[in-house]
């Protein structure tokens, strides 16, 4: 929530400037380029990286760390360190929580990973009370060695300036090594007599350098007693009463206290701008239970009075304070809500089932309930037109599906949705075919008519 630059009045956000905005293209980040310096460093005495008459700022936090970038044309941009965790590791505090609490162990943020090579798709099961917003940059934790090094190396140096007795300032490395395109907000500053040679970066807007997998899947820990996941669908019914967890007060504040363990975690989001282009184009998903009676009545927890306060961290105490996780979100959950036109007339029929399971397998960052098909192409690197809708203004979108689960006791079916028009509700056929019917049964490895 709090970014170098960022203008609070009266405990709100009031503005984030966008100050002078730049935009770094083809920059190389590696040993050659990258270096860690301190904020009151004077470069080879030609005069101070961030001088104190144009920038008198940082004066009490000389000693902190920054990422200095070199540029191909002599000039140089400067990343404060704690300003490259928040960009990088900052999509949920649980998350950002771990990188401080070493020693960071895998064990801690997922569980069970499964990469596929061929398809460049990456299976991940979340940790306890680690956010599905996270489920990305966890990724790239998983798979990218720089990644884990450079996660690792936050909460070993905050420790090691702590056991020595100094101030204790984190150090941070870019998480990837290869070429990447940077947008930030910052000030120019003069270098000695070079005006505008450093670019000091107060707030990263965007990096495009690519994640290793081509689509993410990923499950959550189970719900924990009292909680209830964002964004839950209406579906969720029950002939018995539900009882709720003990609600959030009007006017509840942050404390820097330990969190209750009788309390569960609630979840609120923070929204920002999409901060990495390359998420964009490719599918990230959960799965989410949409009926079980039994996963419903376990999940509520008894009524209780209001919490006015809340702690962003672990439980360790019996007070009253809850434990909230802030967690990025880029699209608005009112949208996600209710799902697609094509969609509402299956979610509708199978609201009517009673006595199964039903699991909702592409719970997606984009509305809540659909990926795009994989554009495969043939051995002549064509793709099928067949996989493509036409977009409201005439430009070709791929084909969104939504996959479900419907479980009863040993049976389980699949049934896959795919949307037949842009805009157009759902129509069902006699065959599977992109063109020609949007909904197909998958049933021990055959393709069934739907009912």
């Known amino acids: 929530m709090l970014r170098i630059g960022d203008i609070w009045r009266d405990g709100k956000l009031a503005a984030a400037p966008d100050y002078q905005l730049e935009q770094f293209p083809n920059l190389r980040i590696d040993d050659a380029t990258v270096h860690l310096v301190k904020a009151g460093l004077n470069l080879d005495d030609r005069g101070f990286l961030v001088p104190l008459s144009e920038h008198p700022w940082h004066l009490q936090c000389t000693h902190s760390y920054c990422v200095m970038v070199e540029l191909d044309d002599g000039h140089r941009i400067i990343i404060p360190c704690i300003e490259l965790i928040r960009f990088y590791f900052g999509s949920s505090s649980n998350l950002i929580t771990k990188l401080f609490l070493p020693p960071l162990q895998r064990k801690s943020l997922y569980g069970h990973a499964r990469f596929d090579n061929a398809t460049r798709c990456l299976v991940l099961h979340l940790a306890e009370k680690i956010s599905g917003a996270s ?17 690792l190396h ?6 090691k300036a702590s056991l020595a007795n ?23 500053l003069s270098l000695g007599d070079q005006a505008n040679a ?22 959550m820990h189970a719900a924990q007693p009292g ?4 964004g839950q669908s209406g579906l969720q019914e029950s002939s018995e009463p539900q009882r709720r967890s003990a609600p959030d007060s009007a006017d509840q504040s942050i404390v820097e206290q330990d969190a209750s363990n009788r309390l569960a975690v609630k979840t609120k989001p923070v929204r920002l701008e999409p901060r990495f282009p390359d998420l964009k184009k490719k599918a990230v998903w959960k799965e989410k239970a949409l009926i079980g009676a039994e996963a419903v009545r376990s999940a509520q927890g008894r009524a209780g009075e209001s919490v006015d306060r809340a702690s962003v961290g672990e439980t360790g105490s019996e007070q009253r304070i809850r434990a909230v996780d802030l967690a990025v979100v880029l699209g608005d959950p009112e949208k996600s809500r209710r799902p697609p036109i094509f969609l509402r007339d299956a979610v509708d029929e199978l609201a009517q089932l009673s006595g199964f399971h039903i699991e909702l397998l592409t719970d997606s960052d984009d509305d809540g309930w659909t990926v795009p098909i994989t554009a495969l192409s043939n051995d002549d690197g064509e793709i099928d037109l067949r996989l493509f809708v036409e977009g409201a203004v005439g430009m070709l979108r791929l084909r969104r599906a939504s996959v479900f689960a419907v479980k009863k006791k040993q049976e389980h079916i699949s049934m896959v949705v795919i949307v037949l028009q842009q805009g157009g509700r759902l129509q069902y056929g006699q065959q599977f075919a992109p063109n020609t019917s949007p909904v197909a049964v998958i049933h021990g490895g055959s393709w069934l008519q739907p009912s």
């Open 135 to 151: 489920a990305a940059d966890i990724g790239r934790l998983h798979l990218d060695p720089a990644a884990w090094r450079a996660a």
């Open 227 to 230: 909680s209830r996941g964002p």
């Open 166 to 188: 100094q101030q204790v300032y984190p150090q941070a490395l870019f998480p990837f090594e290869g070429d990447t395109t940077l947008i930030a907000a910052g000030k120019w």
């Open 198 to 219: 450093t670019f000091l970066i107060y707030s990263l807007r965007s990096c495009s350098h690519p994640f290793p997998f081509r689509a993410l899947s990923y499950k």
């Open 154 to 159: 936050i909460g070993t140096s905050a420790l």
